[in-house]
């Protein structure tokens, strides 16, 4: 029995000190991806910075979202976020895809599309809000019609397919939305004009209800095959 413990033990503590190593390794690849973008300011200006710094925390937030899908990882991106992911958004006409953290607040509207808690679920009674007006990735959702296809996967596994109705211009305290409404919706949320500062008053919104089965089929049917 001593044997065991002792064992148990070793176990234990080699399991912590691989987790330990795994966390450093991860963070000194951040580190070393983050000097490589300094660098490419220094060299090309601070545009190369904030594109560059986009496209790795955007990678690492879709790395996140397919391992916590799969029944792996807490769902930060990197061990010392402070936040989740939530779910992913896809426009499927547009083949365009971009994983959603939990909570809107200045941390998470700085790394990209967030899901407003106050609001509905994706896919519950109301209306779930999903906004990325600092994130200038984003701005695609100026690029959808109504008719399209958005796709939402949650974290939990579940997905949602929702029909675009309209898109329209808007202040931010009176956009009109009603979180708590009768039916299944979505609003997804984006700076106005898309070049313009992210902490202006105006809002580019799309409004989309809840598919249909029939909806959902083909949706299914013609997403884009790794």
């Known amino acids: 029995g001593q044997d065991r413990r002792y064992g148990d033990h070793r176990s ?5 000190r ?3 190593v795994g966390t450093l390794l991860l963070r ?21 910075l904030d594109q560059t710094r986009g496209r790795v925390e955007h990678l690492l937030l879709d790395r996140s979202f397919d391992r916590l899908i799969a029944g792996n990882g807490d769902g930060k991106p990197w061990p010392w976020a402070g936040f989740t992911v939530k779910a992913r958004v896809t426009s499927l006409r547009l083949n365009e895809s971009q994983v959603v953290i939990s909570g809107v607040t200045g941390k998470t509207l700085a790394v990209g599309p967030a899901w407003l808690a106050s609001s509905a679920e994706p896919g519950d009674e109301g209306t779930a809000i999903i906004a990325a007006p600092r994130d200038p990735n984003f701005t695609w ?5 109504p008719g399209d296809l958005i796709k939402v996967e949650r974290a939990d596994g579940k ?36 070049g313009g500062p992210p902490d202006g008053p105006m809002r580019y919104i799309v409004d989309a209800d809840i598919a249909t089965e029939h909806d959902s089929v083909v949706a299914n049917l013609s997403r884009p095959r790794s």
């Open 141 to 145: 959702i100026r690029n959808i019609l």
């Open 18 to 20: 691989t987790g330990k």
């Open 12 to 16: 234990m503590t080699s399991a912590t």
């Open 159 to 194: 997905v949602f397919n929702f029909r675009a109705i309209r898109s329209r211009v808007v202040r931010w305290d009176n956009n009109e939305i009603d979180t708590a409404g009768p039916g299944q919706h979505l609003a997804l949320v984006s700076r106005w004009p898309f």
């Open 28 to 48: 000194a690849a951040f580190l070393a991806v983050f000097a490589g973008v300094v660098v490419a300011a220094t060299l090309y200006g601070g545009s190369a």
